[in-house]
């Protein structure tokens, strides 16, 4: 299989570009690509050692912004199902919420293993 010259052009044009910008710009770019693709998060909310709250299927976690000044807000927000029973599946009757949670939390966000 070979690859045509525009594609191979292609392909040297990103990869240089991507050399050429800053590892924080890079994470900005790999955050923007997993933004628009989704995760498929879950987030954990901890009291103590115990899971006393759990979202499943979340495709973001946002930091807000300030109206005005756009200033980042001390805690993040996003869509996900409520995970009532701790259970780590959606069960029937378990609904997708809004949800906030505070830089004070300790909480854990990651993409879902299944």
Avoid at 3 to 20: D, N, T
Avoid at 44 to 60: N, P, S, T
Avoid at 70 to 88: T, W
Wanted: with cysteine; hydrophobic share 35%; charged share 25%.
């Amino acid at each position: 299989m070979s690859i045509s010259p525009s594609r191979f052009a292609l392909a040297c044009i990103v990869v240089l570009a991507a050399a050429g910008c800053t590892q924080e710009r890079q994470n900005e770019i790999r955050r923007g690509i997993q933004n628009w693709t989704g995760t498929n998060g879950i987030l954990e909310v901890y009291g103590g050692d115990k899971v006393v709250k759990r979202f499943l299927q979340i495709d973001k976690l946002s930091t807000a912004l300030g109206t005005d000044d756009k200033l980042p807000r001390s805690y993040r927000y996003g869509y996900g199902v409520y995970d009532e029973n701790l259970n780590g599946a959606v069960d029937p009757g378990e609904k997708r919420v809004y949800f906030e949670i505070g830089d004070y939390n300790h909480y854990v966000f990651f993409e879902s293993p299944r």
